[in-house]
T-cell receptor, first 114, second 113 residues
């Protein structure tokens, strides 16, 4: 069964600090991995999309890495800001399947405190 | 903002009632997916529509049904509401050939009492 596990479940950091969120998956055959940011009560917003051949991708202060051999990804947030407080969701798609049927993780809830 | 809108924002219904949720996609986005997101969990895929036809379905019963219109706006209908249907309902649209670039709406918060 395709699964996506995210850790930690929640994280509290001080403004200005860096943090790293983890995503492990068992989805096969792998097509792509996406990270989304979801503010409370809002829809997810795409941060990065990575395919099998990509092992790192950046979007401003967000940098995602992918190790397709170990089936792990991480999202690194640099110099955190209060507006980074949100849930971060890892989504993995299998090759040859409907994009909508991607497997979503349950997210990591990040709280940035002043 | 993603350009995808949903209505209503919030809704309260009684068990056994029926509900219709609406989604307006970005211009040119001919694919729309609907998701159910329970509190503290990731979105669960309900179904996808492409050019007004259902193009894939998740593990949801038939009382969850949908429509997509020629202008690519769409509806999610849920009959015989149950308490467990309380959730945030999200729609996501995408362009032809860029199916993984999904643009999510803000969601409709449905509460079933």
């Amino acid at each position: 069964k395709n699964q996506v596990e995210q850790s930690p479940q929640s994280l509290i950091i001080l403004e200005g600090k860096n943090c790293t969120l983890q995503c492990n998956y068992t989805v096969s055959p792998f097509s792509n991995l996406r990270w989304y940011k979801q503010d409370t009560g809002r829809g997810p917003v795409s941060l990065t999309i990575m395919t099998f051949s990509e092992n790192t991708k950046s979007n401003g202060r967000y940098t995602a890495t992918l190790d397709a051999d170990t089936k792990q990804s991480s999202l690194h947030i640099t110099a955190s800001q209060l507006s980074d407080s949100a849930s971060y969701i890892c989504v993995v798609s299998a090759r040859g399947t409907n994009a909508g049927k991607s497997t979503f993780g349950d997210g990591t809830t990040l709280t940035v405190k002043p | 903002e993603t350009g995808v809108t949903q209505s209503p924002t919030h809704l309260i219904k009684t068990r056994g009632q029926q509900v219709t949720l609406r989604c307006s996609s970005q211009s040119g986005h001919n694919t729309v997916s609907w998701y159910q997101q329970a509190l503290g969990q990731g979105p669960q895929f309900i179904f996808q529509y492409y050019r007004e036809e259902e193009n894939g379905r998740g593990n949801f019963p038939p009382r969850f049904s949908g429509l997509q219109f020629p202008n690519y706006s769409s509806e999610l209908n849920v009959n015989a509401l149950e308490l467990d249907d309380s959730a945030l309902y999200l729609c996501a649209s995408s362009l032809p050939g860029q199916l993984y670039e999904q643009y999510f709406g803000p969601g409709t918060r449905l509460t079933v009492t």
